[in-house]
């Protein structure tokens, strides 16, 4: 998966979680089902029978009605599967109050997850138990962490949250305090000698430890004292290392400990990775439109327009950009017009449909059909013409220019267009 689609997927798992996560059923009665790869339907299929055994013995007729409504659409739309998907399934289902109480309806969601999933969950409760995809969201790559001092150094690699020490080795570096009797001067002979041998050795074991992993996609350094700066100025590191390196920090400790350290500062450092990433990528359209190159556009029709000639070739999108895409109907006939309006205008313009005739057959029949939001709209248009899309987060000032300057739409082109 190429790193340009990963802002987008996780975009949209994130919306789609967060959505989730604000429903709420009137009472115990919203079901989750996370289904890992390998399980058998059929073996699912039973599991949901028994819950709706159990679900009998529900006192209040409501709960047990919605409860059980649920089993079975969940029990539906599992047996639309011929076999779970080879990333594992998850099911959200249940009666969920859309207008006051008494006006529940069933809402299903199935997601098919990006990665696979490894729990199997059913879980009746309140709210949808999101949390396990949410865990997706977090960072899965695989990044390489060294923690150097003079004495020792740790290797170590974090897939995700899953770190595992790859080895440690000793420097075989005498301490600063010469033993008496020896040459101050040849003393200090032997200890250069020993540390270049010590720094020799450690980018040996990075090489055997770090270059077999395919898709490594960071290194962080870290180390108490200046032996890991002396050890990144030489020349020790494979190139391919070299250029991995996205951070070198301090830390109080050594061997496991200090790379401990190192992982508890992981999220910070990533974040700040994909900030850099972020502006660099915001930088290469500024570029582009300062100097009036014609390989830059932003602004939704513009962008739009682009999009249909296909010349985009990365679409920048912000995060802070809340505006949706309204399709109204008329449940008469066949009239349709889409809007865009700010997300928090959606329900007043809603009310105002109520009552007003279809320009079409004057029938008071118009209705809102799709709310969706612009970044997605955007999003797929771009996908149809192979563009590569960027959400790009307001958190730096490049992305907030973004948001504030260029309307949260702007494109790289591929080639100029014309008038
Ligand atoms: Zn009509």
Redesign the pocket.
Known sequence: MSAKRTSLEKFRLKRALETLARKEGRGTELVSLYIPPGRQISEVAAMLKQEYGTASNIKSNTTRKNVQDAIVKVTQRLKLFKEVPEKGLVIFCGAIPQNGPGSERIETYVITPPEPIHVYLYRCDAKFHVEHLQDLLKEKETYGIIVIDSSASTFATLLGRRLEIAQEITSGVPGKHRAGGQSARRFERLREARLSSYFKRIGQHADEIFLSIPDLKGLIIGGPGPTKYDFEKGDHLNYQLKDKIIATIDTAYVSEQGVEEVVERAPEILQRVRYVEEKRIMQEFLYEIGHDTGLATYGEEEVKRSLEMGAVKTLLLSEGLEVVRVTVK?T??D?VKQETMKAQAVQSFEQSLSGQP?P????P??YIAEVKELIEDLAERAEQVAANVEIISTETEEGQMLKNSFGGIAATLRFKLSG
């Open positions: 008329c008469a006939c009239y279809c079409k057959c004057t029938a029949a118009l």
